[in-house]
């Protein structure tokens, strides 16, 4: 696996949206699940959405469900997330990587991860 670019974070107030992008000029990962993680500072890498390879599918962590969607375009080799309702423990350091897509969300072994991009929500 090659590398990942996210994009589209940023500061905003709790309530607040914000849209992801990732994308991987390197390599085509329309043929592979891909997923959404985030660590806080002192916190363990956690899953946050996933999406099948083909679009028909998409798992949510519970903390998330109802307030984010995670959304694919395999023409422009792209992933996205768009996250409403925006809560301060959405804060956090987001990546996009391949992902084991199914109820319990995981990254493969050995996943290369990029640079990621902040989210900040104040209170």
């Known amino acids: 696996q090659a590398q990942v ?17 990732c994308s991987a000029p390197t390599w085509s990962f329309r043929d592979y699940d891909m997923g959404w993680f985030r660590q806080a500072p002192g916190m363990e890498r956690e899953a946050v959405a996933c999406i099948y390879a083909s679009g028909r599918r998409e798992y949510y962590a519970e903390s998330v469900k109802g307030r984010f ?10 992933l996205h997330l768009q996250m ?19 109820q319990n ?19």
């Open 84 to 102: 409403n309702g925006l809560k301060p423990e959405d804060t956090a350091m987001y990546y996009c990587a391949p992902a084991v897509c199914e």
């Open 105 to 123: 969300i995981q990254a493969p072994a050995h996943t290369k991860w990029g640079q990621g991009t902040q989210v900040t929500v104040s209170s």
């Open 5 to 21: 670019t996210e994009s589209g974070g940023g500061l905003v107030p709790a309530g607040g949206s914000l849209r992801l992008h």
């Open 69 to 78: 969607t995670i959304s694919r375009d395999n023409t422009e080799n792209t």
